[in-house]
Every structure is written in C-alpha cells, then in structure tokens.
C-alpha cells in the first residue's frame, strides 16, 4: 500500500539551528501539506501546496517557515531559525484529487525537539 | 476562521460497549468532514469522513452523523474492541479546494476488555 514517509524521525537541535525535514509523498498525489502537533495538543495546519507553490498558510507558518518541492518526489519544511515553541511532531500529508476534498494520508512525523 | 469543538476529551468503555464521540464546527461553509485516528507515536489515519449532502454514513462498526443545521457531526463505534483504543481527531474543511483540514482537541478512547 503506497505511503507518505517522513525523515527524520526524530531530531534534535539547539535553539537558532536551521531545520530541515524531509517528506516523499504518494507518488500520484498532487497536493502536498504540512502539520504540526504540540504535545498533547491538537493538530494544526502549517501550510498546502499545489502546483509548486504554496497554496495556503496559517499564521504559523510565518518567515521562518519554507517548503520546497526540489525534485518532484520530496517535499521539504524548513525552520530557518529554530525556537524552543517550534518543539512539536510534523506531519506531512498529500492527496490527489482535484477539486472536492478527499482523504488525506499522512506520513508517521518527525518528532523535532528544541533545545 | 473555522473552529472545531470535540467532547469528551477522553472515554473509558468496557469491551462491546458503543463510543460516541461528538463535534461542533463553526464555519457553515465547511462541506467535509473526516474522523482520524491516531495510535501512539503514528500519524492521523482516515477511518471514515462525510460530506454536506449526506446525513450519515457507516462502515461496519464505525458510523458518523451530520447535523448541518446545528453544525455538530459525531462518530459512532458499536462493539468496541481493546484495538480501537488510540486518539481520536474530528476535523472540518473550509470550502478553499486546497483542504485545510482544522481538528478539533481529540478523544483519547480506551477500552477495557
């Protein structure tokens, strides 16, 4: 069954350290995201992509935020400036589909603990 | 922006009991709406959705109901099992075509044989 797999799994850094998490998603899907959960808490929309640009973005998702499609098969977060309240588990999803909403699969996430 | 309640926060349930799981969304424009499940240290897993035009749906043991009126939708487990015991995510999506999915708090389920 194709799945959304994410590295690292888990990553530690300091506080300020740039920040790079990876994510393949399905192979067909055209719709790529990333999510964020704090500990405990609910999961919150980062940010959607389609058609290599960012389609939305929460508030979150503020300049220390990027993603990048470089290659057509990863999708990448980038935390340029990490701070201790960016700790949390990201999951990257995707879907295909267009037009009406449909399941979206998620990777297992990337636990990132600041320092 | 859309906001999403869900109650109880968690649910103890003997074994073949029913679960129910109830939310409340705010955006009358949200026309689809999934339930997730998460076991520990996984991602959210889709184990049914609905969309605006329909009232109710089920699959097996899981069913989910829509109240557009009121704007609530709730999940519905009969004979549960100690595998059913994970978090459990409702969520509900805008009408943007790109699926912002916004989730409410999460049930914690634990179900005792």
């Known amino acids: 069954e194709p799945e959304v797999t994410q590295t690292p799994s888990h990553q530690v850094t300091q506080m300020g350290q740039e920040v790079i998490l990876r994510c393949v998603p399905i192979?067909?899907?055209?719709?790529f995201y990333w999510y964020r959960q704090i500990l405990g808490q609910k999961v919150e929309f980062l940010v959607s992509?389609?058609?290599?640009?960012?389609?939305?973005k929460s508030e979150i998702f503020d300049d220390q935020f990027s993603v990048e499609r470089p290659d057509g098969s990863n999708f990448t977060l980038k935390i340029r400036s990490t701070k201790l309240e960016d700790s949390a588990m990201y999951f990257c999803?995707?879907?295909?589909?267009?037009?009406?909403?449909?399941?979206?699969?998620f990777g297992e996430g990337s636990r990132l603990t600041v320092l | 922006g859309e906001n999403v309640e869900q109650h109880p926060s968690t649910l103890s349930v003997q074994e073949g009991d029913s679960a129910v799981i109830k939310c409340t969304y705010s955006?009358?424009?949200?026309?689809?709406f999934p339930w997730y499940k998460q076991e520990l240290g996984k991602g959210p897993q889709l184990i049914i959705d609905?969309?605006?035009?329909?009232g109710e749906k089920k699959d097996q043991r899981i069913a989910v109901t829509l109240n557009k009126t009121a704007k609530h939708f709730s999940l519905h487990i009969t004979e549960t099992q100690p595998e059913d015991s994970a978090v459990y995510f409702c969520?509900?999506?805008?009408?943007?075509?790109?699926?912002?999915?916004?989730f409410g708090t999460g049930t914690r389920l634990l179900v005792s044989p």
């Open positions: 609905i969309r605006s035009n329909v």
């Open positions: 969520a509900a999506c805008p009408n943007t075509g790109f699926q912002k999915l916004v």
């Open positions: 192979s067909n899907h055209l719709y």
């Open positions: 999803a995707s879907r295909t589909g267009l037009g009406q909403a449909g399941e979206l699969f």
């Open positions: 955006d009358s424009a949200s026309n689809y």
């Open positions: 992509f389609y058609n290599n640009e960012i389609s939305e």
